[in-house]
């Protein structure tokens, strides 16, 4: 079956502008979650949606935000872009809420901001 | 403050030889560890996972072992292969929390033909 597909997989945007963002889970997966990762930072947890409602949003500022849609897929929203956005966003899915050993993730988004 | 530390930055090993990934965590609400292997340019792999209610747990080649009183975990990979070079995550989780995982930084594991 197919997995985790992230849309599109490289973005160049320019300082301030705005970015969407979009992953499409594993068919029956209705659990999504979006992670940043930066050298610096490593790995950082973003938000989870579940049954389009996010259920729990890690320590970023209000220009990051998501929405989760009836079908699961998802999509995360970037605005007003900075320098330091600029990382691989990963979108990972799960069958249901808790369920995180059945995380699948997918290849990523590489986003650029010059 | 950082809650999952991998404090081996890198590891080179002989293949065939034992591969020891070591991952300490702070935070004791934590139940739950996970550990994945990342190839540049895809996202994380899940490999092996192990409940706070065990002290081991083994799939093939890998093995992870809990420490809890010392809040340590780490992976042994035998016998290390070539293709095991990868970037390799812990991560660590609350059960009833969802599904939203603190990762270590990654060690870069090189196993050596």
């Known amino acids: 079956k197919a997995g985790v597909t992230q849309t599109p997989r490289y973005l160049i945007k320019t300082r301030g502008q705005q970015v969407t963002l979009s992953c499409s889970p594993i068919s029956g997966h209705r659990s999504v979650s979006w992670y940043q990762q930066t050298p610096g930072q490593g790995l950082q947890f973003l938000f989870e949606?579940?049954?389009?409602?996010?259920?729990n949003k890690g320590n970023f500022p209000g220009r990051f935000s998501g929405r989760q849609f009836s079908n699961s897929r998802s999509e995360m929203n970037v605005s007003t872009l900075e320098l330091g956005d600029s990382a691989l966003y990963l979108c990972?899915?799960?069958?249901?809420?808790?369920?995180?050993?059945?995380?699948?993730f997918g290849s990523g988004t590489r986003l650029t901001v010059v | 403050d950082q809650q999952v530390k991998q404090n081996s930055p890198s590891l080179s090993v002989q293949e065939g030889r034992i591969s020891i990934l070591n991952c300490d965590y702070t935070n004791s609400m934590f139940d739950y560890f996970l550990w994945y292997k990342k190839y540049p340019a895809e996202g994380p792999t899940f490999l092996i996972s192990?409940?706070?209610?065990?002290d081991k747990n083994e799939d093939g080649r890998f093995t992870v072992f809990l420490n809890k009183s010392a809040k340590h975990l780490s992976l042994h990979i035998v016998p290390s292969q070539p293709g095991d070079s990868a970037v390799y995550f812990c991560?660590?989780?609350?059960?009833?929390?969802?599904?939203?995982?603190?990762f270590g930084g990654g060690t870069r594991l090189m196993v050596k033909p």
């Open positions: 990972a899915s799960s069958l249901e809420y808790g369920d995180g050993y059945g995380y699948t």
């Open positions: 949606y579940f049954s389009e409602t996010q259920r």
């Open positions: 991560a660590a989780s609350v059960h009833n929390a969802g599904n939203m995982l603190t």
């Open positions: 192990i409940s706070s209610i065990k």
